[in-house]
């Protein structure tokens, strides 16, 4: 089953879906470091990925 995450941020488009977590955590805390300049914690975006 595919694993899903929207970035919540205002203004901000990034959505990723892959089959693996680790896969989709590690592009959601580039994503957040690049695009947002902030970390995520592996238990926040675990928690807020969304089964599809």
Known sequence: MA??????QQDCD???RANDE??????VQEHAQNRHGMSMDR??????IQQS
């Open 43 to 48: 238990n926040d975006i675990q928690s807020a």
């Open 3 to 8: 694993q899903q995450f929207e970035c919540t």
């Open 14 to 16: 990034f959505m990723v």
């Open 22 to 27: 680790n896969e989709v955590v590690e592009m």
